[in-house]
């Protein structure tokens, strides 16, 4: 167990099965682990801060020296400000060292004091990404396994209203083509 803080940032949107397991692997690593989420990203997140927050802090209620918490701006003064000394990023494939390296080496940059740590989550979460979870959710797809259950249910609650609404024009269109009156046949004009 190495002394210290430790920060795991991410966007986490939604959390997958794979960052719950990177979660659990850092927080038997560090001495104390904080989740922090991006609160400012560029991007138009599918959930608010204040959900993601919510579920992280469920699905680690059980990890006693993990925190969960928000930040804005640079992560390396948000990670100063709360004295971490280490960064944890996870790499999955190949694919994604390229963009990790170069983000590492930015924030050695910006803060020479911080040392970034990678770790693997388990090989059948090698394929899982917020992005394609969000991805397949949205158009309907099983997410079963890939997510924790809590997220699970959220994806399902926030996605829902849209396929009963998808699913009340179906119905009313279908009910709109049996009400429809069939052509009066006697009121043809004869040609
Ligand atoms: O889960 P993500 O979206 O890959 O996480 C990326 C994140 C949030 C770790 C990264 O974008 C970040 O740290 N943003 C904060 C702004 C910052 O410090 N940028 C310089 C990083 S080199």
């Known amino acids: 167990m190495n002394k210290g803080i430790a920060i795991y940032p991410g966007s986490f949107d939604p959390p997958t099965n794979g960052h719950l397991d990177l979660i659990?692997?850092?927080?038997?690593?560090?001495?104390?682990?904080?989740?922090?989420?991006?609160?400012?990203?560029?991007?138009?997140?599918?959930f608010s801060v204040?959900?993601?927050?919510?579920?992280?802090?469920?699905?680690?209620?059980?990890?006693?020296?993990?925190?969960?918490?928000?930040?804005?701006g640079l992560m390396v003064e948000y990670a100063?400000?709360?004295?971490?000394?280490?960064?944890?990023?996870?790499?999955?494939?190949?694919?994604?060292?390229?963009y990790e390296l170069q983000m590492a080496l930015m924030n050695r940059k910006l803060e020479p004091t911080l040392e970034t740590v990678f770790m693997m989550p388990a090989d059948k979460y090698s394929y899982v990404s917020s992005r394609l979870v969000r991805e397949v959710a949205q158009a309907g797809g099983p997410v079963k396994g890939l997510v924790p259950e809590v997220v699970e249910q959220k994806l399902r609650e926030k996605l829902d209203p849209a396929y009963k609404f998808h699913d009340a024009n179906i119905v009313e269109a279908a009910e709109g083509d049996k009400n429809r009156k069939a052509p009066d046949k006697k009121r043809k004009r004869k040609a």
Do not use: H
Request: hydrophobic share 45%; with cysteine; net charge positive.
């Open 24 to 46: 659990q692997r850092g927080s038997k690593m560090f001495e104390e682990l904080v989740v922090a989420i991006l609160r400012n990203s560029e991007k138009s997140p599918m």
């Open 50 to 72: 204040a959900e993601r927050l919510e579920m992280l802090r469920a699905l680690t209620a059980d990890l006693k020296n993990v925190r969960i918490d928000t930040f804005n």
């Open 80 to 98: 100063k400000s709360i004295d971490a000394v280490c960064i944890l990023r996870g790499i999955r494939a190949i694919s994604d060292y390229e």
